[in-house]
């Protein structure tokens, strides 16, 4: 059997405490390792940028453990986001741009488990149409 690594993180409630406090800390760790290097697609209904994104992650990291440079450093350049509701489908299209050329996107939901069947249904068209 040939193992498939994932070629994307999207990061469904990227602008969250849960993601503040605990994944980017995380996503760090993997970095720091080497472990972390695909894009990194942060998704949220907050209408933020990228910028205001990469502040974020600074801040949890700095609250949370620590800034490592090296590691925050591939974090940031690797770093997208996609602003939009997630029950939108213009949101899963920019998704999808956001995806292309990628073939296994690994999703993460940090959301509301009210939110789970519109987001999952969204991500599988968009992860689809971006592979081709």
């Known amino acids: 059997m040939t193992e498939r690594r994932a070629d ?11 993601m503040h406090r605990k994944i980017y800390p995380a996503l760090q760790a993997l970095a720091r390792r080497g472990d972390l290097d695909v ?17 974020r992650v600074r801040d949890g990291l700095a609250k949370y453990g620590g800034v490592d ?5 591939r974090i940031a350049k690797n770093l997208r986001y996609v602003d939009g509701d997630y029950r939108d489908p213009a949101t899963y299209d920019r998704l999808c741009r956001a995806l292309e050329g990628t073939r296994c ?11 789970f ?11 689809a149409r971006a592979a081709g």
């Open 117 to 127: 069947g519109p987001v999952s249904a969204g991500s599988a068209r968009s992860a």
């Open 105 to 115: 996107p690994l999703f993460y939901l940090a959301i509301p488990p009210s939110l």
């Open 39 to 55: 894009p990194i697609i942060g998704i949220a209904r907050a209408g933020w940028s990228r910028a205001r994104l990469v502040e």
């Open 8 to 18: 994307a993180l999207v990061l469904f409630g990227a602008t969250g405490d849960l």
């Open 69 to 73: 440079r090296r590691a925050f450093a």
